[in-house]
């Protein structure tokens, strides 16, 4: 079984377009991210929620919505996207308690067009 | 400010020689530390962590890291790569949240 999922793995799009990607983490744990990867690699935290609650929000442009419809669950919503978004990201869990050891999902690659 | 420097941006070393990538951070207290690898269009796996106690810290698949509070170092190595090995691995270190260095890229050519 997977441990952190994400939907979908590839996601090609228009500018100017609203998607959004969804994240899933059978673990039990209490604290999910969002990272954005660019293309050179660089991993940058977006978003943390911890037991459905935003904790960490990185200046993040608020065309990124993300919503925790229950703590295994980490969705990440995208308005108006921009050519700068295209990008891999990257769901990730976190049990309570365990200093940072976060657990990744196999990320999803964004182009947009 | 708070960071993660790994220096070597892309390294190559030949199957069965030792690897050792280096790892530098600024924090005012020790963070945890972290080093994770990703292999192409794939997640992040997590090979080790460190956060007290014994400074040379074992891994999966083999890599060991070794925390050096005076270097503020905490540098990667494993005594005989394997051609799976080849991919980009990633520094990281955290108090609050947790702070990606950029990467190396590791080649293994025959």
């Known amino acids: 079984d997977t441990a952190v999922s994400q939907t979908p793995k590839y996601l090609v799009t228009q500018m100017g377009n609203d998607k959004s990607i969804k994240c899933e983490q059978n673990l039990g744990h209490d604290t999910m991210y969002w990272y954005k990867q660019d293309s050179k690699k660089f991993l940058k935290i977006m978003f943390s929620?911890?037991?459905?609650?935003?904790?960490i929000n990185e200046t993040v442009p608020n065309r990124f919505s993300p919503k925790s419809p229950d703590k295994a669950h980490l969705n990440l919503h995208i308005n108006s996207l921009e050519l700068g978004d295209s990008a891999v990201y990257f769901c990730?869990?976190?049990?309570?308690?365990?200093?940072?050891?976060?657990?990744f999902g196999p990320g999803t690659r964004l182009t947009v067009l | 400010a708070q960071s993660v420097t790994q220096p070597d941006i892309h390294i190559t070393v030949s199957e069965g020689a030792s690897l050792e990538l280096r790892c530098n951070y600024s924090y005012g207290a020790t963070p945890y530390l972290f080093w994770y690898v990703q292999s192409p269009g794939q997640g992040l796996q997590l090979l080790l962590k460190y956060f007290s106690g014994d400074t040379l810290v074992q891994g999966i698949k083999g890599f060991e890291a070794e925390f050096k509070r005076s270097q503020s170092s905490f540098n990667l190595r494993k005594p005989s790569v394997h051609w799976s090995d080849a991919a980009e691995y990633f520094c990281?270190?955290?108090?609050?949240?947790?702070?990606f260095g950029t990467g190396t890229r590791l080649t293994i050519i025959p």
């Open positions: 990281a270190a955290a108090n609050e949240k947790l702070t």
């Open positions: 929620y911890n037991n459905k609650e935003l904790i």
């Open positions: 990730a869990s976190e049990a309570s308690g365990r200093r940072n050891t976060q657990y």
